[in-house]
Structure formats: C-alpha cells, structure tokens
C-alpha cells in the first residue's frame, strides 16, 4: 500500500460527459441542488446566494465558468460547498457539478501537467490530468480559476449576507 505522501485525496465529479475533481481537503460538504438567491449585476456563472448552515454562500455554475453550456438540474445535480484557500483569505463557494461520483486517491506520479496543444488556450486553472477508465480527470486549481477580481467581488457577495 502507498504512503500518504505519495498520493492524494480527490473528490471527483462530472461536468456534461467531463470528469473532474477537486482536493477532498477543501469540500466541506455535498449538497442536493437548490435554486440560488439571485445576485443583481453579477457574471452569468454566478447563480446566486445559497443558505448553507445560516451562511449566505455564492454558487457558481463551473460549467458557464469554464466556457460550458449552462448546467441543467437533474436528480443527480449536487452542489459542492467548498472552501478554498486563496493567498491569505479562504473564500467559501458552492460549486454546481452535474453529478459527484466518488472520493479517489490518486498518486502523485500519476497526475501529469495540462495538456500543451501549441495554441493559447485558458488552461491555468487545470493543476493536472490523470488517465482513468479509459479517459481522463482533470484537476482544478481553484485558486487559479478566479481572478483576483473574481474573489473580491464572491467575498461582497459573502459580506453582502452576513449582514442580512
């Protein structure tokens, strides 16, 4: 069996037919989907506020994020909530996934670099692919997929709840 310092814990699950996974370290916990308090002004990926345990959380639809067709509600759509630690800051989200599958362990020397496909492509927030089943996973650097932007406006968004 492999060392804990060989391998690490993810928590995978699907966008469209894409499989994904993000560090079991920053998902504090899975939710069934539920519609979001809408938020004036903000980005299209930005669905709204949710109540997770009295605090108000910003839900983001990953698949619009990451140039996607937007997520349609299934009863396998759950929403992760996650907390990601962003330079000193640790930012709250609910990330919507079309279904979560499982949490996996991968070795290390397994997770190759993004793919370089000779073009520019939007590809920094992908912190590693790992071949699986036949396909491919693809790990998100959270911290890498908002702009610093991004964050302060999801913090406003965090604030903008806690006082009401």
């Not at 996974?21 to 938020?39: T, W």
């Not at 989200?93 to 991968?106: K, T, W």
């Not at 959270?142 to 968004?157: D, I, P, T």
């Amino acid at each position: 069996m492999a060392g804990t310092s060989s391998e690490s814990q993810y928590v995978t699950f699907s966008l469209d037919n894409e499989v994904f996974a993000v560090p079991v370290s920053v998902v504090r916990e899975i939710l069934d989907h539920e519609d979001a308090f809408r938020i004036p002004h903000g980005p299209d990926y930005l669905l709204g506020l949710r109540d997770v345990r009295g605090q108000g959380v910003p839900v983001i639809d990953l698949r619009l994020r990451l140039g996607m067709t937007k997520t349609e509600k299934t009863p396998h759509t759950r929403a992760l909530v996650l907390d990601v630690p962003i330079g000193e800051k640790t930012l709250t989200l609910g990330l919507v996934a079309d279904r979560v599958y499982e949490v996996i362990p991968f070795r290390n020397e397994e997770i190759e670099g993004a793919p370089d496909i000779g073009v520019r492509w939007p590809s920094d927030y992908i912190a590693g692919v790992v071949r699986r089943n036949g396909g491919f996973v693809v790990i998100v650097d959270l911290a890498r997929l908002f702009s610093g932007a991004e964050v302060a406006m999801m913090g406003s968004a965090n604030r903008l709840a806690a006082t009401a």
